[in-house]
């Protein structure tokens, strides 16, 4: 088998497994500490997931619209890169290195310092 016609059976079933980290993704923020009451969108970004948030404390933007929180990159062997947004910046920081997505998501939706969720 030549290797356009590999990709072209394995891309289906990598697909799969890719909607479903953006649904456990999604289900995970839905248990979040901060903010409980808005609806944070994940969409995908390059080879991760953003996450999307009203800013309702509006220390972001003070009309309340719309800013990234995080940005979740899958790594190597499992491991994830988990992205703080540093909004004075306009720049992502990496917060946490070869995590697991369930750890990472963790992390994420606990947020005790407000570094996600501002």
Same mark, same amino acid.
């Given at each position: 088998? *030549?290797?356009?016609?590999?990709?072209?059976?394995?891309?289906?079933?990598?697909?799969?497994?890719?909607?479903?980290?953006?649904?456990?993704?999604?289900?995970?923020?839905?248990?979040?500490?901060?903010?409980?009451?808005?609806?944070?969108?994940?969409?995908?970004? =390059?080879?991760?997931?953003?996450?999307?948030?009203? *800013?309702?404390?509006?220390?972001?933007?003070?009309?309340?619209?719309?800013?990234?929180?995080?940005?979740?990159?899958?790594? *190597?062997?499992?491991? %994830?890169?988990?992205?703080?947004?540093?909004?004075?910046? =306009?720049?992502?920081?990496?917060?946490?290195? =070869?995590?697991?997505?369930?750890?990472?998501?963790?992390?994420?939706?606990?947020?005790?310092?407000?570094?996600? %969720?501002?």
């Amino acid at each position: 088998m *030549n290797a356009a016609a590999f990709d072209e059976e394995v891309a289906p079933a990598r697909n799969r497994v890719v909607e479903l980290d953006g649904a456990r993704i999604r289900r995970a923020i839905r248990s979040r500490k901060r903010y409980r009451y808005v609806q944070p969108r994940v969409q995908r970004e =390059g080879l991760g997931w953003l996450v999307i948030s009203p *800013n309702c404390s509006r220390n972001v933007d003070p009309d309340g619209g719309e800013i990234p929180v995080a940005w979740l990159l899958p790594a *190597n062997l499992g491991c %994830w890169l988990l992205h703080k947004r540093d909004h004075e910046q =306009g720049c992502w920081v990496l917060k946490t290195a =070869g995590v697991t997505l369930m750890q990472a998501l963790q992390e994420l939706c606990e947020d005790p310092l407000r570094e996600f %969720w501002p």
